[in-house]
């Protein structure tokens, strides 16, 4: 099992930048597939990028965020993060770090068995 933890949330205005990060403990998380979620009050989890490390490296992103956001790993750190450029306000909520146990990214919140405690981002406009 992993332990996660999310920092870097706060305060953005539209179409600035913020980056998340997430420190796994417990296991190195190179062994999992690693990805973000979001999720807005009142609505469900939204997967938002996801990344995993088998010979190579793949990432994967919804639609609505590609070419803005970018997903990464620092081994060393073992921490992994979320670079967010041109925020837009919609995409404000709780942003979550995933884990899941196989070297495959997927979508569904419900494939992913290790999760954060979720770091909020506000965007003002």
């Known amino acids: 099992q992993v332990q996660l933890e999310e920092a870097g949330g706060g305060l953005v205005q539209t179409g600035g930048s913020l980056r998340l990060s997430c420190a796994a403990s417990?296991?190195?998380?190179?062994?999992?597939?690693m990805a973000w979620f979001r999720q807005a009050p009142g609505q469900e989890r939204e997967f938002v990028a996801g990344?995993?490390?088998?010979?190579?490296?793949?990432?994967y992103y919804a639609d609505f965020v590609k070419g803005r956001f970018t997903i990464s790993g620092d081994n060393a750190k073992n921490t992994v993060y979320l670079q967010m450029n041109s925020r837009k306000r919609e995409e404000a909520g709780v942003y979550f770090c995933a884990a899941r146990g196989m070297h495959m990214i997927v979508v569904p919140p419900d494939e992913y068995g290790s999760w954060g405690q979720g770091t909020k981002v506000t965007v003002s406009s």
């Open positions: 990344i995993r490390w088998s010979g190579s490296v793949r990432t």
């Open positions: 417990g296991r190195t998380f190179s062994s999992y597939t």
